[in-house]
Nanobody, 113 residues
Framework: VQLQASGGGLVQAGGSLRLSCAAS????????MGWYRQAPGKQREWVAT???????SYADSVRGRFSISRDNAKNTVSLQMNSLKPEDTAVYYC????????WGQGTQVTVSS
């Protein structure tokens, strides 16, 4: 599967963004999909996961502010990000665990204070 992430941009602190990850094929048989992020000078950090039965999990740093969802009809996974903070600034990568982990190309999110 190939993944295409989009939706990043520049937003002020407290604002919202919605990231989307479009898959090249059906995703209803992909067990786990989600998002990581990588800030400058830091290691890649797990953000959120959604399973094929729509079970979700979140990193402590984003729980209560971010919401992950999947739309099997559109073959997309989305990440709704609310109450954004400057520390959320990073390149966000979507992934899918399908015969190994597949990654999207990343989309930049910049939160200004």
């Amino acid at each position: 599967v190939q993944l295409q992430a989009s939706g990043g941009g520049l937003v002020q602190a407290g604002g919202s963004l919605r990231l989307s990850c479009a898959a090249s094929r059906r995703i209803d048989n992909i067990g786990i999909m989600g998002w990581y992020r990588q800030a400058p000078g830091k290691q890649r950090e797990w953000v959120a996961t959604v399973t094929s039965n729509n079970s979700t999990s979140y990193a402590d740093s984003v729980r209560g502010r971010f919401s992950i969802s999947r739309d099997n009809a559109k073959n997309t996974v989305s990440l709704q990000m609310n109450s954004l903070k400057p520390e959320d600034t990073a390149v966000y990568y979507c992934y899918a665990d399908s015969f190994g982990r597949k990654w999207g190309q990343g989309t930049q999110v910049t939160v200004s204070s």
